[in-house]
């Protein structure tokens, strides 16, 4: 029956998309193997060094951890000033007006700018005042990076936190009104509070795509295999650091790229379910 | 609709000899240029009074009482005109905020603060207004709010657990202690037992009976026997005027106008 | 009566009121200001060579482009290479995502509370939160090595695991708010599953998931990285899918790292924002118009 085969394709569909998952995981352990086989696990994660040339090759992947994450962390830090604004004013002072549809789109249509155009403006615009501050001589480096990494993942913490905050009913608001409280204390005091886990995931999904965010921070970071210590170094992020060595790369290097593929991969996962995990909770209460 | 002043009401009033704590002066509201939810009302509020304030479905008598703490301050799109004077200040000229410290409201749906332990929640008129109290004073003051709700007993053991696991009646007698906290002049009721069951309802109203004693009631209802129940003196609103206003006694045995004789009997809601 | 309490500082908190109120309006102003940034800077910098020639001429080469800036011409060439890889590789990617997407919302808005379902629909966030350069790597895995070439099937590859999450998520979605009764009186007419399917619940749906679709070809429209490592460039245009294919994106990165060929970065990132930002607002106008 028609039926049949059709709810057959149904289903196949959706078996597809577990292959697919079990697929990328699969593919991504065992073109890894080699270089987890050569220095284990906890020794290829832990090794700063990154030498590529065939008679000192050793590869490792701190560097490029630490990189990422002083990056995406730093970039949470710069935009939480600028979205936690924006979502009050869109799901709190101007909820359901006419401006706040004008500057949520606005800042959604930063999400719809590619990464690789936010490299450009970065690279002609910021870098210069970033070279000007004195920060580094080239301009490149971390600092760079993370600024137009927070421009970036605006849009995605704004929007999420806007939408919690405009969840909360109007009867518990007026209800710190009729006791006397002014907007900004109601927001303090009952708002906030109220819609306060879901705005830590929607800050935790913004730190999911700071993490595996790559051409612009290709562009701009400096792409060096040092450890970053400080805002004024250079380095490399995993994403970055696969995007620029992996063109030529064979056999050990090739399989140390991927490992640092798998490990990105784990660590947003891991992100990512923590943020659906809180949205799950929320949803149920 | 003509508007029955405060006249005939000072003349068979028990409480004649107060002086009125709450007076309207031709107080109207309009949502919308040109349309009035609320027209021109006056009337006096004598206090430790409860006055039940009736009417049919869209007849202004939430957005009256909502006038009287401000809140229609809110929403600018709402005009709100004329004077209300609370013991002899008119409301109208002062800060919106100062105005709801002494003008108590309580909801219709039960709204506890949900991120707020039972204790905090007594205490958040306090908390949102900035005011910093010594633990002995907070104490105090929670301790007396939940006893003036007949709340004390059921909870003082567990005051630090958010109130979301009391029920309808309880949390609607947390949210009546809240508000008490702050000892309003007035306490604004809208509706406060629609949302309940006959027990709870049945609760409150002994508890509004009680309270009585120290503080004003305005309460809206579109409970006829609730008013009858409870209400010293009662109002009631047709399409935005106040179309009368008499000790509840007579008007529900002998009311003076058409429209509200066709109410209590049922005509139309 | 009772003894009234203080009143703490009206004044003051009134003032801090204004003042929150104001900082709110501000930084959200100032949030904005980057977007305008970006704008101004394409547009200005890109309209000069924003002509015929862009869109009608291959990218020139290193060589070309060196010689004309030396003897003051503008550089030749446009993008031509680049727009119909762009059209070839999106457009393979839209046609791969869309079946496949659009039975797995439809499988997920059916079965709810169903285990499987739910582990579906996880797995589904799982790979919308990848990283576009790990799904590189595994487009590159599954079909640049097999193949031995870079191709335009392997970027088409990567961009339909981009889009797939997108996909599904919206089509699932625009089905869940569907009045339940919709469905039930197609079947209540005696209609077979698959044609209440097709002829009742999809057109219904149409808007959002059509909505959905556009969305997902913007956001794929500017990946740079996963093409990278999959479709590689070409300095022809390039119709074979299996052959190397050149992508806006891949141009514009091809400029950016060749010095000669700077000047044109900002036509071609004109285009690919004039592209993005129209696919946007026609995904707003129909979702506004489908709204039910």
Known sequence: MKDKIFKGLLFAAALAILLLTAGVIYVLVKQSLDVFHEYGVFGFIFNAEWDPRPETEEYGAWSFIIGTLFTAFFALLLCIPFSLPVALFNGEYFKGYKISSFVSSVVDLLAGIPSIVYGLWGFYTLRPIVIQLGVNAQGFGIFLASIVLAVMIIPYASSLSAEFLSMIPDTVKEGAYSLGATRAETIRHVSLPMASSGIVAAYILALGRALGETMAVTMLIGNTTNVPTSLRDTGNTMASVIANQFGEADGLKLSALIGIGLLLFLITAVINLIAKFIMKKLSVR | ?269 | MSDRVKFSNVKKRAAKDKIVFGLVCLFSFLAMIPLFLIIWEVVSKGYKNFNWRLFTQVAPSSMDALLAKMSGEPIPGGILNGITGTILIVGMAVLFTIPLGLFVGIYLSEHPENKFARTVSYLTDLLQGMPSIVIGIIAYIWVVKPLRSYSALAGSVALTIMMLPMVVRSTEETLKMLPRTLKESGLALGASYTSVVFRVILPSGFGGIFTGILLAVSRVMGETAPLMLTALGAAVVNWNILKPTSAIPLLIWDFYNDPNLVDIIWSASLLLLIVIFLLNWIAKIVARRWKI
């Open chain 2, 1 to 269: 609709m003509e508007n029955i002043t405060e006249n005939k009401l000072n003349n068979q009033n028990e409480n004649s000899a107060n002086e009125p704590i709450l007076q309207l002066r031709n107080v109207s509201v309009s949502y919308a240029p040109g349309k009035k939810a609320v027209n021109n009302v006056s009337a006096d509020i004598y206090p430790n009074t409860i006055t039940a304030i009736m009417g049919p479905s869209g007849c202004g008598k939430s957005t009256l009482l909502r006038a009287i703490n401000r809140m229609h301050d809110l929403y600018p799109k709402i005009e709100t005109t004329g004077d209300i004077y609370l013991k002899g200040q008119n409301i109208m000229e002062m800060n919106p905020m100062e105005v709801r410290r002494l003008a108590g409201m309580v909801f219709q749906t039960p709204n506890p603060f949900p991120t707020m332990s039972i204790y905090d929640n007594v205490l958040a008129g306090y908390r949102l207004n900035g005011i910093k109290l010594k633990k002995e004073e907070k104490d105090e003051i929670v301790q007396r709010s939940l006893m003036a709700v007949a709340l004390w007993d059921e909870v003082k053991d567990v005051m630090n657990r958010r109130g979301s696991f009391l029920s309808g009646g309880q949390q609607q007698r947390l949210c009546i202690a809240r508000a008490l906290a702050l000892k309003p002049e007035v306490l604004l009721m809208d509706e406060p037992t629609s949302a309940l069951d006959p027990v709870s309802t049945n609760k409150i109203e002994e508890l509004l009976l009680d309270l009585k004693k120290n503080f004003t009631i305005l309460i809206v209802t579109h409970n006829m026997s609730q008013a009858a129940r409870i209400s010293d003196n009662s109002m009631f609103m047709y399409l935005g005027d106040l179309v009368e206003y008499a000790p509840t006694r007579q008007m529900f045995t002998k009311p003076q106008h058409k429209k509200t004789e066709e109410y209590l009997t049922g005509i139309f809601g």
